[in-house]
C-alpha cells in the first residue's frame, strides 16, 4: 500500500502561482510514476502531469504546458507541481497519484493510489 497527502491548495488570482506538494509512504518503491491529476465541479477527473521514479521523464497536458512543472526528491518521498500564470480554468480539486510508467501513464486507470486532493481556486 502507498499513501498520498497533497498540500499546498489554495485561493490565489489569476496570473499568480502555487506550488503543490505530495508527500508518500508506504511501498514507495512499487510505483514507477507520480502524477498528478485534476477534476473541476461537473466534470470529469483529467491528467495534469507525470513524473517517473527517476525524474528523469516528464509528461504534461497541453492545456498546462509551458506553465506547469512536476518534480519529485526522492529523499523525502515528495513530488511536487509548481504551477505559474494560473488561471480560473484551473480551478479544481488536484488529486496526487501513483502507478505505472509508460504510454497510458496519463490514463486514470494506470494509476493504483490516490490521495484525497487539494483544492486550487483561481479568482479572476
Known amino acids: 500500500q502507498v499513501q498520498l497527502v497533497e498540500s499546498g491548495g489554495g485561493l490565489v488570482q489569476a496570473g499568480g502561482s502555487l506550488e503543490l506538494s505530495c508527500a508518500a509512504s508506504?511501498?514507495?518503491?512499487?510505483?514507477?510514476?507520480m502524477a498528478w491529476f485534476r477534476q473541476a465541479p461537473g466534470k470529469e477527473r483529467e491528467f495534469v502531469a507525470a513524473?517517473?521514479?527517476?525524474?528523469?521523464?516528464?509528461y504534461y497536458a497541453d492545456s498546462v504546458k509551458g506553465r506547469f512543472a512536476i518534480s519529485r526528491y526522492n529523499a523525502k518521498n515528495t513530488v511536487y507541481l509548481q504551477m505559474n500564470s494560473l488561471k480560473p480554468e484551473d480551478t479544481a480539486v488536484y488529486y496526487c497519484?501513483?502507478?505505472?510508467?509508460?504510454?497510458?501513464?496519463?490514463?486514470?486507470?494506470?494509476?493504483?493510489?490516490w490521495g484525497k486532493g487539494t483544492l486550487v481556486t483561481v479568482s479572476s
Open positions: 508506504g511501498r514507495t518503491g512499487s510505483s514507477t510514476a
Open positions: 497519484a501513483a502507478g505505472g510508467w509508460g504510454p497510458s501513464v496519463s490514463s486514470y486507470y494506470a494509476m493504483d493510489y
Open positions: 513524473i517517473n521514479w527517476s525524474g528523469s521523464n516528464t
